[in-house]
């Protein structure tokens, strides 16, 4: 059974700084994308970076710069480091199994608040 649980979501004043985790089970890990999407009230999910199997990664433009989307294949975990966060990154982030382009294969966690205050 697949599974995907993460953690380290909360609220912090704009400008600082959080760390995603997400701890997968039920998969062959190294073998799969893995990746980060967000949804914020009123809007479609989107995708915020991904991580290839060979480690390749990609971001959002919005996010460039600011946030860091790593894994470790021997804990079967991986993390998005938020720095620099700003208001408008509020929202519910999601961990996913990914495609290596990112694009999601169906299975999410149950996603992470959030919350970045001015």
């Known amino acids: 059974q697949v599974q995907l649980v993460e953690s380290g979501g909360g609220l912090v004043q704009a400008g600082g700084s959080l760390r995603l985790s997400c701890a997968a089970s039920?998969?062959?890990?190294?073998?799969?994308?893995m990746g980060w999407y967000r949804q914020a009230p009123g809007k479609e999910r989107e995708l915020v970076a991904a991580?290839?199997?060979?480690?390749?990664?990609n971001y959002a433009d919005s996010v460039k710069g600011r946030f860091t989307i790593s894994r470790d294949n021997a804990k079967k975990m991986v993390y998005l480091q938020m720095n620099s966060l700003k208001p408008e990154d509020t929202a519910v982030y999601y961990c996913?199994?990914?495609?290596?382009?990112?694009?999601?294969?169906?299975?999410w966690g149950q996603g992470t608040q959030v919350t970045v205050s001015s």
């Open positions: 039920g998969i062959i890990f190294s073998s799969n994308g």
């Open positions: 991580i290839s199997r060979g480690g390749s990664t």
């Open positions: 996913a199994i990914t495609q290596d382009s990112g694009r999601p294969t169906g299975y």
